[in-house]
């Protein structure tokens, strides 16, 4: 009886080991899609002198184990440019998307750049404003 008991033990301990395994080499998302985590996704430049061209760098870390493509970014306007990497980011790397506003009209905006990815949130949106003064 007590040699039963015995590999009854033994073969739930291991089974137990067997299905503990299945995550261990997976320490980032447990998702089959791939991952953006943004440092920032709004910024605020606060005032901006008229005719001189605001920019500002999004970084993102690739947090999951596949490969992140990013596929278009699209400003709300012509006044808004963006240059973003063309080649996949790679688990674990960071990345950066720059945005440009040409502020040449006075006043408050609000600009927007849609980017276009291959994660599970096909499309994440990075807000820009400010006030452009004389």
């Given at each position: 009886m007590k040699q039963i008991s015995l590999i009854f033990f033994i073969s739930l301990l291991l089974t137990g080991v067997a299905n503990s395994q299945t995550g261990y080499f997976n320490t980032g998302n447990k998702s089959s899609d791939p991952t953006i985590e943004w440092e920032?996704?709004?910024?605020d430049f606060g005032k901006?002198?008229?005719g001189k061209p605001a920019s500002v760098v999004f970084k993102f870390k690739n947090t999951s184990l596949k490969p992140v493509l990013i596929y278009n970014v699209e400003a709300s306007c012509d006044c808004t440019a963006a240059d973003y990497p063309k080649q996949p980011v790679k688990p674990g790397e960071t990345a950066?998307?720059?945005a440009t506003?040409?502020?040449e009209k006075a006043g408050a905006f609000f600009k927007s750049i849609t980017v276009t990815t291959n994660t599970k949130e096909k499309q994440h949106i990075l807000k820009m404003t400010g006030v452009v003064v004389d």
């Open positions: 920032e996704t709004m910024h901006v002198p008229k950066k998307i720059t506003y040409d502020a």
